[in-house]
T-cell receptor, first 110, second 115 residues
Framework: SQQGEEDPQALSIQEGENATMNCSYK?????LQWYRQNSGRGLVHLIL?????REKHSGRLRVTLDTSKKSSSLLITASRAADTASYFC??????????FGKGTKLSVIP | SAVISQKPSRDICQRGTSLTIQCQVD?????MFWYRQQPGQSLTLIAT?????????ESGFVIDKFPISRPNLTFSTLTVSNMSPEDSSIYLC????????????FGPGTRLTVL
């Protein structure tokens, strides 16, 4: 089964800076999603990008998808302390099943 | 969106015992999923629970260790049986947002520590 990889594993930035996280996957997908997890709690869905899309925006979030490189990136602009969390990408291949990446732990310093 | 609750939120258990985790959804859903998240790791799908049929388990997970019930369209339980310290994890249930591409809603998780 495919296994996503995020990099970096951990990222520490100052409030107001932009945070960029990357994700790679191994097999064909029909969508790529990003989730946030605060302190080992449940995951919150952030954004979904379909395989025929290249870029998508939602508020301060910008997601790109490059299916030729099997990679995606999540950009959080003007970061806030409340953005401190772990971020996971998850790839969907057309069935109900999602395959999650290993996650990036983001720390935003006030 | 779906609102999902889990009980218990956390527990500390002794080796060899079993724990049943409950997952309640505020609306009827076809599929419910159970994930395990080991300390500092990503999520791994344990099984998919459909109402009225046996759960479908992923490779590496078996029914004897993780029996699942799905008595109706809003509720499911996962039991972690004969626990060992290696079972210490966060267990999460989720539901599929029907009509979308796999988007899932997650419960708050159950943090299990096995001594």
């Amino acid at each position: 089964s495919q296994q996503g990889e995020e990099d970096p594993q951990a990222l520490s930035i100052q409030e107001g800076e932009n945070a960029t996280m990357n994700c790679s996957y191994k097999t064909s997908i029909n969508n790529l999603q990003w989730y946030r997890q605060n302190s080992g709690r449940g995951l919150v869905h952030l954004i979904l990008i379909r395989s025929n899309e290249r870029e998508k925006h939602s508020g301060r979030l910008r997601v790109t998808l490059d299916t030729s490189k099997k990679s995606s990136s999540l950009l959080i602009t003007a970061s806030r302390a409340a953005d401190t969390a772990s971020y996971f990408c998850a790839s969907g291949a057309g069935s109900y099943q999602l395959t999650f990446g290993k996650g990036t732990k983001l720390s935003v310093i006030p | 969106s779906a609102v999902i609750s889990q009980k218990p939120s956390r527990d500390i258990c002794q080796r060899g015992t079993s724990l049943t985790i409950q997952c309640q959804v505020d609306s009827q859903v076809t599929m419910m999923f159970w994930y395990r998240q080991q300390p500092g790791q990503s999520l791994t799908l344990i099984a998919t629970a459909n109402q009225g049929s046996e759960a479908t388990y992923e490779s590496g997970f078996v029914i004897d260790k993780f029996p699942i019930s799905r008595p109706n369209l809003t509720f499911s339980t996962l039991t972690v049986s004969n626990m060992s310290p290696e079972d210490s994890s966060i267990y999460l249930c989720s539901v599929d947002r029907e009509g979308t591409y796999n988007e899932q809603f997650f419960g708050p998780g159950t943090r299990l520590t096995v001594l």
